[in-house]
C-alpha cells in the first residue's frame, strides 16, 4: 500500500499523516479506485522528475519537495530551494493574494519546481484539505490560482451504549474527537449533557468523511444523521439544508429545527441604552468591560424569559439588584438585573417558557438609572446578545417538510446501505454516490 512508503527520512514529519491514516486503516481497504500511485514517493535526495507530459507547456521540469523549517519564512525557503531572488519575491507576492505567507507554518510542505535552466517555474502549496494554491510562470511574471483537488467522501455508521458519559461511549466506538465534540453540538439545544445523561442511554451516528484522491489524508466532515435515546426517549437529528437557505440545520424528524431561539430582546417597548464591550462605567467612573446590554424603559416594564428553561437563581445579586437567572440547555443561559421585582412563581427550580414574564424594569443593585441589564452566557462565557447567531428556530411546512421528508428517506437509505456493506463509489462533484463504509 502507498501509506507504508514514506521514506525514513521523511518519517518523523510525516508523522501527523501516518498518524491519520493508521486511524482510519479499516476504512482505506474498502475505497475502491483509490490509486495505487497517486503521488510522487521522495527520493533520497529529495528531487525528482515529474512525468513532463503533466506539463507540456513547459516542457520537463524539476520539482522538489521543500519542508518549511521552524522559524523559516517563505523567502528564506524559497532561496534555499534554489529560487534567485527577485523570482522568489515575485512568486511569493502572488501566492500571498491566496495565503498570508507571514502565518506559514513549520512543516508546511511546498513544491516548487524550475525548468532545466534552473528558473523558478512553479509553486504549489496546499490551502486547505481540497484546496492547492499554484503558482506558474507566465512571461516574466507570476500568477497564481486556487485548484480544486479531487476528494472522495465516505460515510461511518457508529453506534453504542452510553455507560458513562456520551464522550467516551463515542470514543469507544472510534469516533474522532472533531466528530465527537460535533455530536454534543448539535444536540445541546435538546439535551443538557450535564444532567440529562443516564447509564444505558444509547447514541447512533451517520457521518461524511473526506479522503484525499491518494487516500493518505483525511478530514472528518458532516454529522448527517444522529440519534440519542435517553431514558428512552428518541431524538434524532437530520441534516438538511431548506430550499432557499443557504446553510444546513439540524431537524428532528417532523421538521423542527433542533434551534431554538433565544430572543434578542426579553423586553418589548425598550430602547438599547448600552452595547456589550468597554465603556465607562456611570457609577464607578472608569472604563471596564459591560458584558451585557442594557435596556431603557420605564420601572414595571416587563421582561419576558428569552427562551424555555429553568430558573436557576431568583435573588438579589449584590450590584445586580434584584436578578434571575435562566439555564435555556447545556449551552445557554441568560441573567436579567436591576429588577424592581419578580414574575409570578419566578424562584429557583421553576420552569419557564419562552417569552413567559419572570420579573418588571426596575433599579435595583448599582444603577443610575432604571433599566434592564441583560446578560448571555454560552458555555460558561459572556457572550454579546446581539452578535449571538442563533438561527430561529424554524419549522418546515408544506412544501418544505416534504422536500425534508424525501431527504430524511434518502439519508435513512444510505445508511442502510452502510449497515449492509454495500460500496458505490461517490465523486465529490456528485453528491448522490457515496462510498459507504461500515465500521
Ligand atoms: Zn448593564
Known amino acids: 500500500m502507498v501509506f507504508t512508503d514514506v521514506s525514513t527520512e521523511d518519517a518523523f514529519s510525516a508523522s501527523d499523516e501516518t498518524n491519520l491514516v493508521a486511524e482510519t486503516h479499516t476504512d482505506e481497504q474498502e475505497i475502491q479506485g483509490a490509486p495505487e500511485e497517486g503521488f510522487m514517493l521522495e527520493d533520497p535526495i529529495g528531487l525528482s522528475v515529474t512525468d513532463s507530459t503533466l506539463e507540456s507547456d513547459i516542457g520537463s521540469q524539476l520539482m522538489q519537495e521543500i519542508r518549511i523549517k521552524r522559524g523559516q519564512g517563505m523567502m ?40 532545466p535552466s534552473g528558473v523558478l517555474s512553479r509553486i504549489e502549496l496546499q490551502k486547505d484539505f481540497d484546496h492547492m494554491i499554484v503558482v ?52 445541546s439545544y435538546d439535551v443538557d449533557f450535564q444532567r440529562e445523561i443516564r ?20 478530514q472528518e466532515g458532516n454529522i448527517l444523521f444522529a440519534k440519542l435515546i435517553l431514558s428512552g426517549k428518541e431524538i434524532s437529528l437530520y441534516r438538511h439544508t431548506p430550499d432557499g437557505k443557504d446553510f444546513a440545520d439540524y431537524f428532528h424528524e417532523d421538521g423542527q429545527s433542533s434551534k431554538r431561539a433565544l430572543m434578542k430582546t426579553p423586553i418589548e417597548g425598550a430602547r438599547l441604552s448600552s452595547y456589550y464591550g468597554n465603556r465607562k462605567h456611570p457609577v464607578l467612573g472608569y472604563n471596564r468591560m459591560h458584558k451585557g446590554i442594557d435596556f431603557s424603559a420605564p420601572t414595571g416594564t416587563p421582561i419576558m424569559a428569552a427562551g424555555d428553561g429553568v430558573i436557576e437563581r431568583a435573588s438579589w445579586y449584590g450590584s445586580f439588584g434584584n436578578y434571575v437567572r435562566i439555564r435555556h440547555n447545556g449551552t445557554y443561559k441568560t441573567i436579567y438585573a436591576h429588577m424592581s421585582k419578580y414574575g409570578r412563581g419566578i424562584k429557583k427550580g421553576a420552569r419557564v417558557r419562552q417569552g413567559q414574564i419572570i420579573g418588571y424594569v426596575g433599579a435595583t443593585g448599582r444603577v443610575t438609572g432604571r433599566h434592564l441589564h441583560y446578560e448571555v452566557y454560552m458555555n460558561g462565557t459572556q457572550v454579546d446578545p ?54
Open 199 to 218: 447509564k444505558g442511554d444509547q447514541f447512533e451516528i451517520f457521518y461524511e468523511r473526506k479522503l484525499s484522491e491518494d487516500g493518505r489524508r483525511v
Open 386 to 439: 446581539l452578535r449571538l447567531k442563533i438561527p430561529s428556530g424554524i419549522k418546515l411546512e408544506n412544501e418544505q417538510l416534504e422536500e425534508f421528508q424525501l431527504a430524511m428517506m434518502s439519508t435513512n437509505q444510505l445508511i442502510a446501505q452502510t449497515k449492509s456493506h454495500i460500496l458505490l463509489t461517490r465523486d465529490i462533484t456528485e453528491p448522490e454516490n457515496y462510498v459507504t463504509v461500515s465500521p
Open 136 to 187: 506558474e510562470r507566465e512571461k516574466d511574471d507570476y500568477v497564481g490560482k486556487v485548484e480544486q483537488l479531487p476528494s472522495q467522501i465516505i460515510t461511518r455508521h457508529a453506534s453504542g451504549i452510553i455507560d458513562d458519559s456520551l464522550f467516551l461511549a463515542a470514543q469507544r466506538q472510534g469516533l474522532p474527537q472533531i466528530v465527537i465534540v460535533d455530536l454534543i453540538r448539535i444536540f
Open 76 to 115: 528564506d525557503a524559497m532561496l534555499e530551494s534554489g529560487a534567485e531572488r527577485r523570482d522568489a519575491y515575485n512568486a511569493i507576492e502572488t501566492l500571498s493574494d491566496h495565503f498570508n505567507v507571514r502565518r506559514i507554518q513549520a512543516g508546511q510542505v511546498i513544491n516548487v519546481s524550475f525548468t
